[in-house]
């Protein structure tokens, strides 16, 4: 068992479905992993592992009860996000002792999917793509200790680039899960406002700020979407979920032929190397369209 978190999302539900591993079983395979590598990377500093041990020993295992899109899997949550009973600082001294009375929206719909939460992801105090506070301070780069992981999801990409989790959830106001997740060798997508349902203490129709699944490939980023998207009357942006879901999408879409991209969206000078490299995966994406 203690290769466990080298499984992708999608291998580690597909196991969890067929009853070969157990939701307690995945939680000490985290356990363990964070353990090993926590103390260089600093990325989950709040960790709830006996209380997530506790709810694996009773997660609906019976035929008739519906395990979820994530069957009992473990994740991190965003130190932005509510867990019930634990601490959400925000990386603030504000709010270094303040502890959630309940889950948040989002991670209510997540825990009904099946998703089990183990850690909170480190942040920046309140926002910003560098990931550090005057809380639980830096966390670094599982690549190169000595480069930042971004922001401000990036705790999250982290978590998941030293594999101590196989999901993680993050939230984007200009760019906190795709910048990480570039840093980081994973996967950030910040979906179109009302796919996954904001919480209430945010504005109501406001577009800007959404959460979005984070994941190490693109299939196991379908499935988080998967387990966070919901068509709910508490969001008056909510919208429908695709027919099977995104997953399903997933496996049966095909690549535009043509798409709008510019690498500075003519606001500031970019790297040169991360231009050419952005057209040249472009070019390779509609070589691969034509070919289809």
């Known amino acids: 068992m203690t290769d466990l978190w080298r499984l992708t999302a999608t291998e580690a539900v597909a196991k969890l479905r067929r009853r070969e591993v157990s939701p307690l079983e995945m939680?000490?395979?985290?356990?363990?992993?964070?353990?090993?590598?926590?103390?260089?990377?600093?990325?989950?500093?709040?960790?709830?592992?006996?209380?997530?041990?506790?709810?694996?020993?009773?997660?609906?295992?019976?035929?008739?009860?519906?395990?979820?899109?994530?069957?009992?899997?473990?994740?991190?949550?965003?130190?932005?996000?509510?867990?019930?009973?634990?601490?959400?600082?925000?990386?603030?001294?504000?709010?270094?002792?303040?502890?959630?009375?309940?889950?948040?929206?989002?991670?209510?719909?997540?825990?009904?999917?099946?998703?089990?939460?183990?850690?909170?992801?480190?942040?920046?105090?309140?926002?910003?793509?560098?990931?550090?506070?005057p809380v639980w301070g830096i966390t670094r780069n599982p690549w190169n200790l000595e480069c930042t992981a971004g922001g401000s999801s990036g705790g999250a990409a982290a978590a998941l680039a030293a594999g101590e989790v196989w999901l993680a959830n993050g939230s984007c106001l200009g760019g906190s899960l795709r910048i990480p997740a570039s840093f980081c060798g994973i996967?950030?997508?910040?979906?179109?406002?009302?796919?996954?349902?904001?919480?209430?203490?945010?504005?109501?129709?406001?577009?800007?700020?959404?959460?979005?699944?984070?994941?190490?490939?693109?299939?196991?980023?379908?499935?988080?979407?998967?387990?966070?998207?919901?068509?709910?009357?508490?969001?008056p942006l909510s919208r429908p979920i695709p027919p099977g879901g995104f997953q399903a999408t997933l496996k049966r879409a095909r690549p535009p032929r043509r798409i709008g991209f510019s690498t500075n969206l003519g606001l500031r000078s970019i790297d040169p190397e991360v231009d050419r490299l952005c057209r040249a995966g472009t070019m390779i994406h509609f070589s691969v369209a034509a070919r289809r």
């Open 27 to 133: 939680v000490d395979a985290a356990s363990s992993r964070i353990e090993a590598v926590e103390p260089k990377i600093n990325a989950l500093p709040i960790r709830f592992l006996d209380e997530a041990r506790e709810k694996a020993k009773h997660f609906p295992r019976e035929s008739r009860e519906d395990p979820g899109w994530l069957a009992g899997l473990p994740m991190a949550i965003k130190d932005y996000n509510d867990v019930a009973g634990q601490l959400t600082t925000n990386g603030s001294p504000i709010y270094a002792e303040y502890r959630a009375p309940a889950d948040d929206r989002t991670v209510a719909v997540l825990r009904g999917n099946g998703a089990i939460p183990v850690a909170k992801s480190n942040v920046p105090e309140f926002a910003g793509s560098h990931t550090f506070n």
């Open 187 to 235: 996967v950030g997508m910040r979906p179109s406002p009302g796919v996954v349902p904001r919480g209430d203490g945010l504005p109501a129709f406001d577009s800007l700020w959404v959460d979005g699944p984070m994941a190490r490939n693109v299939p196991d980023l379908a499935l988080m979407l998967d387990a966070m998207a919901v068509l709910t009357p508490h969001d």
